[in-house]
């Protein structure tokens, strides 16, 4: 009844926003990421009946934070009635900080609990239920280029194409390191009763798939920036317009995207993406990276940067 398994964040190209079913986590759109090397989630995890609860250490402190969630995950793989179980996370990166840090902690445990009890399923059915836990999650299964689809009753996850045939790198800048204001989840909500953006954003996400989709199968780099840049805009725009604003970056977040651009400007191939907290990633060419990244760390506010490729899929480590 113990398992370990590991997985590595994504980041978004063409970005999930907004539910269409809450009970269900079911996203209102498709989306495109990729899926990181270098960043890392290892769940550890032990099923026992002599325990009265769960319990979570991350990094080895104790934490109640991320406890009741990944209790519910626990619950819908496995079932209600389950043993209660003792979990140990370890993360390399920063938590809670628009990272996606919940992408590969739910992927990570979601393949530990199936495996620990011994169902031994398939990458489609452990996409969707660790999508039911945070539905960026579902991407996380899978490796390099990955497409989300919404189906009418589920999600199906796919690779639209390996890390190694187009290995682009990440640098991600870091410009603040504590918990995001507002969680994804609540966001997505306020923008979708509040935001007058919400629904052409929806209207349009399959114009941007489409775009991203076949800019990835030709390698179509400028194509690609052009798309994901866009689409990041678009989402931050519709939550700057909601009520309450969701505004996640800083002035360090601004100074990035500056810094992006006049490289952009001097020929180099990179683009921008920002998720649900005030880093940038930055995407670029193999070619470009250094200069991509000695820029980034000269920019004011930047507290940090790590560099990473494109990753492999989630997987178990052991099991027994
Ligand atoms: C901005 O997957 O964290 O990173 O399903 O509510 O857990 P929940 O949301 P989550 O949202 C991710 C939002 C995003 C864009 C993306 O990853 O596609």
């Known amino acids: ?40 989630t290892e769940m550890q995890l032990e099923f026992d009946t002599s325990l009265d609860a769960d319990s979570l250490t991350v990094n080895g402190a104790r934490d109640e934070a991320m406890l009741p969630r990944l209790s519910t995950c626990l619950d819908l793989v496995v079932g209600e009635d389950r043993p209660r179980a003792s979990i140990a996370s370890r993360c390399n990166f920063p938590i809670a900080a628009g990272l996606a840090s919940s992408a590969s902690a739910f992927a990570a445990i979601t393949i530990a609990a199936a495996e620990a009890t011994g169902q031994h399923l398939d990458t489609a059915a452990l996409a969707n239920l660790a999508g039911r836990s945070s539905g960026s999650a579902a991407r996380s299964l899978y490796g390099g280029f990955v497409e989300l689809e919404n189906r009418e009753q589920d999600v199906a996850v796919r690779e639209l194409r390996d890390a190694a045939s187009w290995p682009l790198q990440v640098v991600v800048a870091i410009t603040e390191t504590g918990p995001k204001p507002i969680g994804s989840t609540e966001a997505m909500e306020i923008s979708r009763k509040t935001s007058p953006f919400y ?6 996400q399959n114009e941007d ?19 994901a840049e866009h689409n990041c805009l678009k989402m931050h725009s519709m939550m700057w317009a909601s009520r309450p604003p969701t505004v996640y970056w800083n002035s360090a977040t601004m ?4 810094t992006v651009r006049k ?14 907290g005030p880093q940038i990633k930055a995407v670029c060419l ?7 990244r000695s820029a980034l760390t000269a920019t004011a506010g930047v507290v940090d940067v790590m560099l990473t490729g494109i990753g492999e899929a989630a997987h178990c480590l052991d099991a027994t």
């Open 1 to 40: 009844m113990r398992a370990s398994a590991i997985a590595q964040p994504n980041i978004a190209l063409i970005k999930y926003w907004g539910k269409r079913d809450i009970e269900r986590n079911l996203p209102a759109v498709g989306s495109i990421s990729i899926t990181l090397k270098d960043l890392f």
């Open 199 to 204: 629904s052409n954003w929806v209207e349009k």
């Open 209 to 227: 798939l489409a775009l991203a989709r076949d800019a990835i199968a030709t390698k179509d780099f400028p194509k690609l920036a052009a798309v």
């Open 255 to 258: 100074h990035c995207l500056q």
């Open 263 to 276: 490289l952009q400007r001097s020929g180099l191939g990179v683009f921008f993406t920002i998720d649900a």
């Open 286 to 292: 193999p070619e470009h990276t250094q200069e991509v």
